[in-house]
């Protein structure tokens, strides 16, 4: 399960996403971010799921890698998505009644718009972000984007570091962590039997060299940017000037079609009747 953990990585490649200007794609994740949390409706969901699709496809990444991705979250998709089952109540009659337990339609549907949106999340950020820009790009991106901060006082280059490190250290962690666990088992320790007490203490082993290790790693990392005169972005120069071409204006414009694509389903009248007719033909009449 470790080495499945996706986030962060960067998958270098030649598609159009890649190609893109990291600013484009950081607007484009921030109108992707906000339009899934608006979506409310199957109209929109589906059309969220046909654009991410879409940019599976032209980022030319793996869906085997994009499902692997998804993998870790499944515990927490299926716990959220009892939970809204067991405790949302509905107005008509349940479709369930067992003792205290009563499941209705309104549950059900809310909790597979629940997993729909994290599972779209997921994997629309991580295809315009992580997977398809390199850190330096993305680092370049958000200092360029919150470049009119600095007239406040606010460090924007220091701050586009720090998350672009953050980013680029979660496969190094990863990977730490997925030695450190075997390098223990190898030891005896065991990390998946006993109650919950037993196995939170069998993670001290883990967490003990782990922190340690990552420290480490922020030392020296910290030496090597000293070493190289690091100094933020005073008196810095750019390699790679960035500039928006003909293909990110054609992303973006997609992009707000499909923003105001959600907005027009959100306000017509239909937006709920279509979701409960859709889900009574499921559960009713099949």
């Known amino acids: 399960m470790i080495s499945d953990i996706t986030l962060g990585q960067y998958f270098p490649g030649f598609s159009p996403l890649h190609r893109l200007d990291p ?29 991410t699709m879409v940019l599976i496809l032209v980022s030319r990444i793996s869906f085997k890698v994009v499902l692997k991705g998804i993998k870790p979250i499944i515990f927490i998709l299926i716990f959220t998505s009892l939970i809204n089952i067991f405790l949302t109540k509905g107005d008509g009659a349940p479709l369930f009644e067992f003792w205290v337990i009563e499941i209705y339609l309104e549950g059900i549907i809310r909790a597979v718009f629940m997993s729909l949106r994290v599972i779209i999340l997921i994997m629309g950020t991580s295809m315009l972000l992580t997977y398809t820009t390199s850190p330096i790009a993305l680092t370049d991106g958000l200092e360029s984007l919150l470049k009119p901060l600095k007239l406040i006082g606010v460090p924007v280059h220091v701050f586009a570091m720090m998350m672009t490190i953050a980013l680029r250290f979660i496969p190094t962690l990863v990977e730490e962590t997925d030695k450190i666990m075997n390098a223990q088992k190898s030891r005896g320790a065991d990390f998946s039997s006993g109650g919950l007490v037993s196995r939170a203490k069998a993670l001290i082993p883990l967490l003990v060299p782990l922190f340690v290790s990552s420290f480490k790693r922020a030392e020296e990392l910290a030496t090597a940017m000293e070493c190289r005169c690091y100094r933020g972005d005073k008196n810095r120069t750019k390699y790679k000037e960035l500039k928006f071409r003909g293909l990110d204006f054609a992303w973006l414009f997609i992009m707000l079609l499909v923003f105001a694509s959600v907005i027009l389903f959100k306000i017509l009248p239909y937006r709920y009747e279509l979701s409960y007719k859709i889900f009574d033909i499921i559960f009713y009449r099949i």
Do not use: M, T, Y
């Not at 600013?23 to 654009?51: C, D, M, Q, T």
């Open 23 to 51: 600013r484009s794609k950081i607007i484009l994740a921030i109108l992707f971010i906000v339009g899934v949390f608006l979506a409310e409706n199957p109209a929109s969901f589906l059309l969220f799921i046909v654009f």
